[in-house]
């Protein structure tokens, strides 16, 4: 079909215009539609969050990263690389992201409450969009003391994204969170642009290697180089290093060679709602 736009738009320009026009306006209306269902979402708390967990090297599950799902009326689950991006544009991110802090706050007092789970984190992304937010600090304060989450027990995922921003106002706000004993880590690592000089001023607490990195990290060595240099590199900030989509034993066992001793990824549990993961992590 769109050949023979393509054709028809050779025989005449005015074809062209019309096509292109349709379909523009489809898609517009597509996104329109998308954006209205989203904000209806965040008020009808459509949401819910998946938990996937976050290992150390002897397979202990030492807490989770906890990832949104937008269970859509018609269209079924929809996946956050199609919503996120929406929801930043649109700013709806900042009630949303509200509404994962909360959930996820909640979470964290009812596990401390049992021994057995006492000691698990929960890993919230956090868009720059919303560590933005004048009254971020306040929010992620009042949420955790209407909780009674453990701040140390709540580790943020920011990405370099974030140093658009003043980066002396970053530093500001992460110290704040950070005196009351919140964590921070830097989310996709290696993905964005933040120049390292900015990157020893933040207040981090550990570098997350981009999923995009470990892929290939057996096969590719420029995957394996990044990988090596992002663990030196975190080693040698003070800083502890996670690596994100870990699918195999083999990928796990070259990143501890190269002094990663934490991972996430489908090799240890895909995000899964809470009582899967109950079930599936917290049996005993
Ligand atoms: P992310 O924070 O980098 O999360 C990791 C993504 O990798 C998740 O995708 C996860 O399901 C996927 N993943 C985990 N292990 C593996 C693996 O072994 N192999 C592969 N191929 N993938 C794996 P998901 O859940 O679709 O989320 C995508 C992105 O959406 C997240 O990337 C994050 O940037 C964003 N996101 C999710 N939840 C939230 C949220 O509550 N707030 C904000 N601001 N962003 C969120
Ligand atoms: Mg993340
Ligand atoms: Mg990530
Ligand atoms: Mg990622």
New binding site residues.
Partial sequence: QADLAVYQAKDSGRNTVRFFDRDMQAKVAARATLTEDLREAVSAEQFMIYYQAQVQEDGCVTGV?ALVRWRHPQRGVVSPAEFIPLAEETGLIVPLGQWVLQTACVQLADWAAVSETAHLSIAV?VSARQFAQHHFVDEVLTVLESSGANPQRLKL?L?ESLLIMNVDEVIEKMSALKARGVCFSL??FGTGYSSLSYLKRLPLDQL?I??SFVRDVLSDPNDAAIAKTIIALGKSLGLGVIA??VETSAQRDFLASCGCHAYQGYLYGRPMPIQEFKSFHITD
């Fill in positions: 990263e992304n995922e990405t989310d996709d997350k981009d999923q994100e989509g």
